[in-house]
């Protein structure tokens, strides 16, 4: 890769995985035949395996399926949107909140385009995702407060001609960072930094419904220059010393962070996910790239970085660490190791401003879409998943050594423990294979000479042990009532016609699955699973032939990412059909990106929520009693051509409307008559 740092689909990551082991899709054309599809759907082939109670007849067809037991789902699904506002059902209602820019802390500054890196750094950062409420009496025994929190929200990625518009006259196009004679300008980047990370806000509910900021010594942001604990086994290993921090204990910054976690302890999870294509590596050997496997694996760029943070006039020392590239004798001189700082899970205690954000290095280095843990039980080791999400790349668990104790609060469980990737079969079971140093071929003499080098190169070591190649695994969510995981596999476009199958009959497959699987004896821990499809996407048309059935208006949806359960065991399905694939004719059925929710118990699926022009639903949390429910708008606006933003024809205004320039915001959902989302 040495050409400028261009992503695959809005800032994902190019494909980087090589190796031989086998596709799922491939799997899956040997576990179904295509008669078996085609004649009962793949409802009838696979409805044994886990029983109607838990699965609803296989994958779902469609939102008319009921079976025997009662629906979940208490709303008349909304349709297809195409507006530029949100639509929610008949009896709720759903209003902005802290959208990028919204004050939080220190002078609290207003919002405005010409706001600075200082201000932007007592602001929400750009572009919410993952998030969680946190009530604000959770560490005192208390039930937990439904009407006044901590609510704690990622910031993934930016759009610098929104963000920097004022400074550039609005006068670049959609894929400048105002590169000007090699060099950036030194504020534009610290704005953008600051823009990046995690915001922790006070939030209170109203006496008339609505909620508001609270002032609060809480209230702060973590962004891409906050001091950051390394912890695991990676700390302060060879493989993590920099100039910043010769003993390899520290580095600095978050960024990319997509979806997100919560401990059983009460602190927050957030995950580092394209990380990759911020960084830069120009070393050369006669005459062409010369990357160590750490970033090669993970595909830095070899001349630019994404936003060129690199470049910053003058060359400030934190962003001068961009720049990976071999300058010293050492690697404590340079910035070499500083990409292996990132790509890790990373621990947040809401409650304790104080508290030095930690990065796990024993939960695996890629690029994670988020973490889920399996219900913690006294006594038992903590069972945790996230999946790697970019084409062709794996899923993960992670067990701790020690088992959960709620007296300890989870000390040292995310730092002990073992990694496992996911091996599926064309039978319906599936393996987790160890990632442990001295295991599977993880040696020093296949290039594993420790279990630091494992974790840093947790994509080759997958590699090694034969994992599965899934079609970009996202979000992931534990049935409360089953355990059962469900994981999206958001799409996989770069699928070719020569691994077309039964199961999985679409060359540059545009709109993705849900997979999901119970673990063998009902113990998350243990090494054995079985498996199966819970919803193939598409159109009526499409998830005819695919299925055998075909799912209905008020429940078709393409690229199914966003995922979570709430306490009653209805799932939430957000999607994000990306901003280069919007505006293709094969995504106009859909509409603007949805939520939809689906009662596995069932099969029925129906849509809940519209958002926006440009933007992807995202984000996931609610109150205690269920009766608030807090999603997020990301990059509203994001299809806007480089010709229109020049001629200031947006193509969208929300939130604020008007002539407004767009902004990613929270979304606060409830019921007129003050009843339960979704019920």
Known sequence: MNDLWTPDEHGDERPSNDSAN?????????????????????????????????????????????????????????????????????????????????????????????????????????????????????????????????????????????????????????????????????????????????????????????????????????????????????????????????????????????????????????????????????????????????????????????????????????????????????????????????????????????????????LGRFAHEGIVFAPAVEGKPLVAYSGDDSRFEYIYKFVSAKPYSAATAGAGLLDEGTLYVARFKADGTGEWIALSFGENGLTAENGFASQAEVLVNTRLAADHVGATKMDRPEWGAVDPQTGAVYFTLTNNTKRTQAQVDAANPRAKNAFGQIIRWTADGDDQAAAGFTWDLFVIAGDQAQSKVFTGAALGEESILACPDGLSFDADGRLWIQTDIGGSEQNKGEMEPFGNNQMLCADPATGEIRRFLTGPVGQEITGWTMTPDQKTLFINVQHPGETTSADAFKTGELASHWPDGGKAYPRSSTVVITRDDGGIIGG
């Not at 009896?91 to 919204?102: D, E, L, S, V």
């Not at 704005?191 to 109203?206: D, F, L, P, T, Y």
């Not at 750490?294 to 595909?299: A, L, N, S, T, V």
Request: net charge negative; aromatic share 8%; charged share 25%.
């Open 22 to 362: 086998p596709h799922f899709d491939d799997i899956l054309a040997a576990r179904f035949d295509r008669r078996g599809v085609l004649r009962g759907g793949l409802v009838a082939a696979i409805g044994g395996l886990f029983g109607t109670t838990i699965l609803g007849a296989g994958v779902i067809p469609g939102a008319a399926r009921a079976d025997t037991a009662a629906s979940r789902l208490g709303f008349n699904p909304v349709t297809v949107g195409l507006g530029d506002q949100i639509v929610v059902p008949e009896g709720y209602r759903a209003a902005a909140f802290i959208p990028w820019g919204t004050p939080i802390s220190g002078a609290m500054p207003a919002f405005a385009l010409d706001n600075t890196a200082d201000d932007q750094a007592n602001q929400t950062g750009m572009h919410h995702d993952g998030m969680h409420f946190f009530p604000i009496d959770i560490r005192e025994g208390a039930p937990g407060s439904s009407e006044d929190g901590l609510l704690v929200v990622n910031h993934e990625y930016i759009e610098p001609r929104f963000l920097l518009a004022s400074m550039a006259g609005g006068a670049f196009d959609a894929e400048s960072v105002l590169v000007v004679d090699g060099i950036r300008n030194a504020d534009d980047v610290r704005k953008e930094a600051m823009a990046h990370g995690v915001s922790v806000v006070r939030i209170k509910r109203q006496a008339d419904g609505s909620w508001s900021v609270v002032a609060d010594p809480r209230n702060r942001r973590i962004t891409a220059l906050t001091p950051m604990k390394l912890a695991g086994p990676v700390a302060g290993s060879d493989l993590v010393r920099t100039k910043y921090s010769p003993d390899g204990t520290m580095t600095r910054g978050t960024i990319n962070n997509c979806a997100n976690g919560f401990t059983p302890w009460g602190t927050y999870l957030t995950c580092e996910e394209n990380w990759a294509g911020y960084f830069r590596n120009g070393d050369t050997a006669d005459g062409k790239p010369n990357l160590p496997r750490e970033q090669k694996r993970y595909g830095l760029p070899t001349e630019q970085s994404r936003y060129a943070w690199e470049l910053a006039e003058g060359g400030p020392d934190e962003f001068i660490r961009f720049d990976a590239s071999t300058k010293a004798e050492d690697a404590a001189g340079d910035y070499r190791n500083e990409p292996s700082t990132f790509g890790w899970i990373v621990e947040i205690d809401p409650f304790d401003p104080e508290a030095v954000p930690v990065k796990h290095t024993a």
